[in-house]
């Protein structure tokens, strides 16, 4: 089986539709794909519904977190499985998402006071019908020749934690993340932990301290995870007992990772569907 447990559509940052994303991961050879877009659960029924036969989807949801202290910074909760009805985590979720459009235009106008003519309309536009955030930016930098690429954009200079036009959001505290997503029956997986080239990578004793709070894993094979990096991640999963997954990250042609360019051991996705009580795997019937 080829699991890939992390992908974007339009619902958040992403290029292909939901439906243009399960296609294409079929397409590519997956037998199981999570839609994990940013804060939201907005693009699952359409995933659902142009479902390929063979390939399984997985629903959930990349949630944004700080960790708490005068030093936290943002790290992201990948989060599989849960009841999207449970209103607390429903709520949460919501909070996150009515903060993306001040804070994009806040980034906007720092950006404007860089000299950089980004527009609010140009970055709503490509936005869409998604959740903007900072790969609408960055993608709209892209297009005035500004950076050569989205991820160009992701530094010190620009748009990272520590960027010049960087604007911080409402994100939820990792801790209460963990917490909600349980109470709504999902399972929770650290999303890139030591991706270094983005700035702030969170502690090993932090990820102990997450591991203690009931963390079930953290996404070991990332392209931003180099191969010592992966193997350190690795023996840390281990000392914690928590699963370690692999994934894309697939922003469709807004990054260059691939569809199943890292993919998840069938035994740790089993592991996954059988602690989830808040939903269930869909099968395609062929949509």
């Known amino acids: 089986m080829r699991i890939d447990l992390h992908t974007h559509s339009t619902a958040s940052d992403g290029t292909d539709t939901p439906a243009e994303l399960v296609r ?10 999570a839609l994990t877009d940013h804060d939201g659960v907005g693009g699952h029924a359409e995933a659902i519904a142009a479902l390929p036969a063979g390939l399984t989807l997985v629903t959930g949801a990349e949630l944004s977190c700080r960790l708490p202290g005068p030093d936290g910074f943002s790290v992201h909760m990948l989060a599989y499985l849960f009841d999207p009805l449970e209103p607390d985590l429903a709520r949460e979720r919501d909070l996150v998402r009515d903060d993306r459009v001040p804070r994009a235009r806040a980034m906007v106008t720092k950006l404007n006071e860089l000299g950089v003519p ?50 911080e959001k409402h994100e939820l505290d990792p801790f209460d993340a963990i917490r909600l997503v349980k109470a709504a029956g999902g399972v929770t997986v650290l999303a890139h932990p030591f991706a270094f ?22 996404e070991v094979d990332h392209m931003d995870h180099d191969a010592p990096t992966r193997a350190r991640l690795r023996g840390l999963a281990a000392d914690l007992s928590l699963l370690t997954t692999g994934s894309s990250d697939y922003h469709g042609s807004r990054k260059t990772c691939s569809l199943g360019e890292f993919t998840t051991d069938p035994e740790i996705y089993g592991e996954i569907t059988r602690r989830a009580t808040g939903a269930f795997p869909v099968p395609g019937a062929g949509g």
Do not use: Y
Request: charged share 20%; aromatic share 4%; hydrophobic share 50%.
């Open 197 to 218: 080239k983005r700035g702030n990578c969170v502690s090993e004793s932090a990820i102990a301290e997450l591991a203690s709070a009931g963390l079930d894993g953290i």
């Open 24 to 33: 294409n991961a079929a397409a590519a050879g997956l037998d199981v794909v």
């Open 118 to 167: 980004v527009s609010w309309e140009r970055v709503a536009q490509i936005a869409g019908d998604g959740a903007v955030g900072r790969p609408h930016v960055a993608s709209a930098m892209v297009e005035l020749g500004v950076v050569g690429s989205v991820s160009d954009a992701f530094t010190s200079e620009w748009l990272s934690g520590d960027g010049r036009a960087f604007v």
